[in-house]
């Protein structure tokens, strides 16, 4: 069968978590499975296996019954950039002493909703807070004050 071209990026925050996980079981494990991405979204695998097909279907990734999956390199482009997103929120929100599951929720809600121009910021803030532990003290006090 043809394989067709992605004709533009994806604004599905679901098609990104799908393309996130993947990527990020990709490069930790090298290898994704319907399995591990089911268990990661905890969805089904059948729900997993339909996102699955649809995606290979519109040029994001490849998928081979009983062999696992493996993205295109428009799929790969998107993966990284999600899970790019995701760990500058996280980084930037977990200095300043937010708990985990306050920074998973809020990561989770901001990162498909930003705009190219808002992630080159916050990664400069983040590299200069974490290049300045003084600041990022004298910031969290501030914090605690207000």
Known sequence: AKRREPTAHTDSPAVEDYLEQI??????????????????????????????????????LVYERYRGVTLTDAGKKIGQEIAHRHDVLTRLLSGFGLDPATVHRD?????H????????????LLEELEGNPELLRKLKRRLKAA
């Open 107 to 111: 990561v989770e809600g901001m990162e």
């Open 23 to 60: 990527h990020n079981l990709i490069e930790g494990k090298g290898y994704a499975r319907v399995v591990d991405i089911a268990k990661n979204l905890d969805i089904s695998q059948a729900s997993v296996t339909n996102m699955i097909q649809r995606l290979d279907a519109e040029g994001y």
């Open 113 to 124: 909703h930003m705009s190219k121009q808002t992630l080159a910021v916050l990664t400069l």
